[in-house]
């Protein structure tokens, strides 16, 4: 069976890729499972360049094919950020992810709310020197309140209105339906099915 490199050291990501990927016809293997440690210095403009930089720097290390995603939160009153920087949202080294929401909270306080926003998910997928992309969004709204506690990143103050429920309410399983990175993977499905079978 082929090999897939899930190619990202976020502990939350690397779950749901393994969950979302459990149907394709390859071996699924972590940075971990192959003592690769390796930090890509996010430097693109874009999240296709992001996405890519990362999924070809981890084929080069490792010699297997290899999936990097790279993905944001984009919140209309705040022009849309963070976007691209969602994991560097926070003036503060080494801040974590509460900070990170407690940061965006702070910023949106002062603006009417419905906070709407989406998340952004961009799949690049390196295989033979080539890249493969696929992309998803998902729609929602930002609230003042930490609802849940699944899930990482901005989960928690992430509201899909129609379930009222914040992604961190989501079982896995839910989150895998609805998910920006759940869109992105259907939209890879035909490309594995064409170039990774047997
Ligand atoms: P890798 O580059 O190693 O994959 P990363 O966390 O640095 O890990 P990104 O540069 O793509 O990944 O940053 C995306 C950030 O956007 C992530 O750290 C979260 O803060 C946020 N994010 C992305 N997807 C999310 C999700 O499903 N739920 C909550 N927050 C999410």
Redesign the pocket.
Known sequence: MKKLLI????K??VK?LQDLLKGVDVELLTPADINLNLE?T?DGATYIE?ASK?AVAFAQASGLVSL??????EVDALDGAPGLY??R?HPKAGAS?AD?RAYMLENLKDKPRPWTAH?H?TIAIAINGKVEIAEGACYGEIIPEERGSN?????PI?LFPELNKT?AELDMET?NRL???AKAVVNAIPFFNSKMGR
């Open positions: 190619a990202t050291n976020n939350g990501k749901e890509v996010e992001n990362k990097a995603d790279d993905s944001g939160l969602s994991a949202y992810d990170r998340f998910a899930g990482f990143g901005y989960d992430f992604m989150k998910s920006h990175r």
